[in-house]
């Protein structure tokens, strides 16, 4: 299997970056085919802009979709687009592995996505959800919280984890066609003690052996 993992993280000695590693260390040894972008140490931009390509349609007014569709036909992607492009079209599994920040993904991941996800490459022309352009891909999120479990739930003071997580897996994710599989999440890793966060990583490194075998959920929609 190719495995396609996503680190947005800045400190590469946090339980991100652990969990990272633990990924990329243990899909390996089983034998799958591993690509990473750690998009910090990448210094990835996330702001999306004419730099994303190598050919213009209107030099007079710039609209993203209009671009990424004629960059799609010329082959006008910029470089550190097209090799991010190229990893997605490559993986059977992409995994994202972040803090969540605002109830959402960090500002480099979601411009990752923003600059990345172009329309005609990935998506477009009817090619979304179950006919979208990576359908029979899998995607797995694993992420941190600052908060503890208890605060994740309906009617607990951040909500319901599955309803935060949703506009990700489905608005992006399976957007473009991807199956999605649980999330992997920790809950308040800085809280932990440094037994606590070894556990983890040793279940996480337990589900990725098997991770080929796992099948994807129902994220729902809104």
């Not at 550190?80 to 960090?106: A, N, R, T, V, Y």
């Not at 319901?160 to 066609?177: E, H, K, N, S, T």
């Not at 199956?179 to 440094?194: C, F, K, N, S």
Request: proline letters at 6%; one cysteine or more.
């Amino acid at each position: 299997m190719n495995v396609f993992v996503v680190l947005a993280h800045p400190e590469p000695l946090s339980f991100n970056g652990s969990m990272f590693r633990t990924a990329v260390d243990v899909l390996m040894k089983a034998g799958h085919e591993v690509k990473a972008s750690d998009l910090y140490a990448m210094q990835f931009d996330p702001v999306s802009g004419r730099h994303n390509f190598t050919t213009v349609k209107d030099p007079n007014y710039f609209r993203p979709q209009i671009e990424e569709m004629h960059a799609t036909e010329a082959k006008g992607f910029a470089e550190d687009i097209e090799s991010e492009i190229q990893k997605i079209e490559w993986c059977d599994l992409m995994i994202w592995q972040f803090p969540l920040w605002w109830f959402g993904l960090p500002g480099i991941l979601k411009g990752w996505v923003d600059r990345v996800f172009a329309m005609g490459r990935t998506y477009g022309g009817g090619r979304i959800y179950g006919s979208g352009i990576f359908r029979g891909k899998r995607a797995l999120l694993s992420l941190t919280t600052g908060g503890p479990s208890s605060a994740y739930v309906k009617g607990g003071p951040q909500g319901d984890i599955d309803a935060i997580l949703r506009p990700i897996q489905r608005g992006m994710l399976q957007f473009v066609g991807f199956d999605v599989l649980a999330p992997q999440i920790t809950y308040g890793p800085v809280r932990m003690e440094q037994e606590q966060r070894n556990d983890l990583l040793a279940a996480f490194a337990n589900r990725l052996e098997d991770i080929d075998s796992e099948k994807p959920i129902d994220v729902g929609i809104y």
